[in-house]
C-alpha cells in the first residue's frame, strides 16, 4: 500500500529557534500534500495545502510567514515552523494524495513538537 | 464550508458488543465521506470511504458505514467489537467545491473493555 513517511518523528527545541519537518511518499507521486495540525485530544485540523511547483495554499488564520511550506518535488514537502513559540507546540501531519487519486489520502506518522 | 459532527467523544463497550458512532456532515453538494482509525501511538488508517453508489460501505476489519443522505449521516458500525478496536475514530468529509482536504470531525475515543 501507498506508505507516507515523516522526519523527525519527534523534536524538541528553543522558543526562537526554525524547525523543519519532511513528509515524504514512499512508494507513490504525489502531486498534493496537505499539512494538519493536532492538538491533544482534538481533531486534525488543515493548516495547508502543498501542490509540488506551486506555491501553498494556506487555511484563514495560518500564518504563512510562519508556518513556510515547500514541495520541491513529487515525493517531497517539508514545513518549517519559523521562530517557535510554546504556544506552537504540537501534532503535525501530513498527507499525500497520488496523482489522480480523487480524494485518497494517505497519512504520515506525525510529528510531535515541543518548544521550550 | 463544511463541517462534521461527531456526538460520541467517548464510548466504553465490553467485547462482543455491537458499536455504532454517529457521524453528521453539513455540506449539501456532492460530498465524499471516511472514517479513518487512529490506534494509540499510530498514524491514522482508512477504514472505509464512500464516493457514491450503495450507500451501505463495508471497510477493513468487519466495520461498515451507512450513508443517508436525507440524515446528513455517515454512522460507523460494527456488529461485535474487539479489545483490539481500542483506538481514536475520526469521520471526514471531502469534495468541497473541488478541494481534495479533508474536514475532520472531533474523533470518537473507543475503549474496548476485555
Known amino acids: 500500500g501507498a506508505v507516507v513517511s515523516q522526519h523527525p518523528s519527534w523534536v524538541i527545541c528553543k522558543s526562537g529557534t526554525s524547525v523543519k519537518i519532511e513528509c515524504r511518499s514512499l512508494?507513490?507521486?504525489?502531486?498534493?500534500m496537505f499539512w494538519y495540525r493536532q492538538f491533544p485530544k482534538q481533531s486534525l485540523m488543515l493548516m495547508a495545502t502543498?501542490?509540488?511547483?506551486?506555491?501553498?495554499?494556506?487555511e484563514q488564520g495560518v500564518e504563512k510567514d510562519k508556518f513556510l511550506i515547500n514541495h520541491a518535488s513529487l515525493t517531497l514537502s517539508t514545513l518549517t515552523v519559523t521562530s517557535a513559540h510554546p504556544e506552537d507546540s504540537s501534532f503535525y501531519i501530513c498527507?499525500?494524495?497520488?496523482?489522480?487519486?480523487?480524494?485518497?489520502?494517505?497519512f504520515g506518522p506525525g510529528t510531535r513538537l515541543t518548544v521550550l | 464550508a463544511q463541517s462534521v459532527s461527531q456526538h460520541n467523544h467517548h464510548v466504553i463497550l465490553s467485547e462482543a458488543a455491537s458499536l455504532e458512532l454517529g457521524c453528521n456532515y453539513s455540506?449539501?453538494?456532492?460530498?465524499?465521506l471516511f472514517w479513518y482509525v487512529q490506534y494509540p501511538g499510530q498514524h491514522l488508517q482508512l477504514l472505509l470511504k464512500?464516493?457514491?453508489?450503495?450507500?451501505l460501505v463495508k471497510g477493513i476489519k468487519g466495520f461498515e458505514a451507512e450513508f443517508i443522505k436525507s440524515k446528513f449521516s455517515f454512522n460507523l458500525r460494527k456488529p461485535s467489537v474487539q479489545w483490539s478496536d481500542t483506538a481514536e475514530y475520526f469521520c471526514?468529509?471531502?469534495?468541497?467545491?473541488?478541494?481534495?482536504?479533508?474536514?475532520f470531525g472531533s474523533g470518537t475515543r473507543l475503549q474496548v473493555q476485555p
Open positions: 512508494d507513490f507521486q504525489a502531486t498534493t
Open positions: 471526514a468529509s471531502g469534495g468541497d467545491t473541488g478541494r481534495r482536504a479533508l474536514t
Open positions: 464512500y464516493f457514491s453508489g450503495d450507500p
Open positions: 502543498s501542490n509540488e511547483g506551486s506555491k501553498a495554499t494556506y
Open positions: 455540506y449539501g453538494g456532492t460530498v465524499n
Open positions: 498527507s499525500a494524495s497520488p496523482a489522480g487519486g480523487i480524494d485518497t489520502q494517505y
